[in-house]
């Protein structure tokens, strides 16, 4: 038996009542890439032959592959086939640069999209009381948005403001720190912590990931120059095609 055969067989991937034939491929393949089982550059077998190694119909290869490239994780070359995105794929963005989503992505000549999930002004809850020195008796605008770049969801946004920095939150359509600016009231500084979570139902739906997938979670608290605190966003950013960077600097 070779690489492929043993990679694909039915028997490595093929689990009774854990969901459709393409979705369980799909994260067979998905997991084989994220543990490096499968390399940057490695090539799939051709969509017939898989097809027979994994021992189902090539439509059901063909949503799986198609669900890998809408992932970021495979590319399809012309005339060539399907091959694993190699490392250099990745996304970076720095820790120590405050710019948007929007900005970021501008700036490396991709489209960036926005998908509005919610928005509106609501009593603050206690987490969001504390970090942004509200009362029970303030409003709290709240703005949560699906970030994609070139048609790839890339991140979940949920950013919370007081409502005299934001009393219009449905006026957010792409950039949030654009719509700050036109008041002059964009943060200056911000300060954000990372931690690694797994994604649950809904989340992994909205970025086309399988449940339990490993994402960065970055909670960032953003302030104005006078020290007060504006902004605090959680977001959910996909780190198989998302690096967050930083440079230590000797004082």
């Known amino acids: 038996m070779n690489s492929a055969q043993q990679t694909f067989a039915p028997s490595e991937w093929l689990r009774p009542g854990r969901g459709p034939r393409y979705a369980q491929l799909h994260r067979h393949i998905a997991a084989a890439i994220q543990s490096g089982a499968l390399a940057p550059d490695d090539q799939l077998p051709p969509e017939r032959e898989l097809a027979e190694i994994a021992d189902v119909s090539r439509v059901t290869v063909r949503k799986a592959v198609a669900q890998l490239v809408a992932d970021g994780l495979i590319e399809q070359r012309q005339g060539a086939g399907s091959f694993v995105k190699g490392a250099g794929q990745k996304l970076e963005q720095s820790l120590s640069s405050l710019v948007s989503f929007t900005e970021n992505m501008r700036a490396r000549g991709m489209d960036s999209t926005s998908v509005v999930l919610g928005a509106g002004l609501f009593p603050p809850s206690p987490q969001e009381m504390m970090t942004l020195g509200l009362s029970s008796i303030d409003k709290v605008a709240r703005i949560n ?44 500084r911000a300060i954000q912590r990372v931690t690694a979570v797994n994604l649950g139902t809904k989340d992994a739906d909205l970025l086309q990931l399988p449940e339990g997938t490993a994402v960065l979670q970055i909670d960032r608290t953003g302030y104005l120059a006078t020290g007060r605190p504006i902004e605090f966003t959680r977001g959910l950013y ?3 095609i998302y690096d967050f960077v930083s440079e230590l600097r000797l004082d």
């Open 145 to 188: 948005r699906l970030r994609s770049a070139n048609d790839t969801p890339m991140a979940l946004e949920n950013s919370s403001l007081p409502q005299d920095i934001l009393g219009a939150p449905e006026k957010v359509q792409r950039s949030l720190y654009e719509v700050l600016r036109k008041t002059e009231a964009a943060p200056t």
């Open 238 to 240: 996909r780190s198989d």
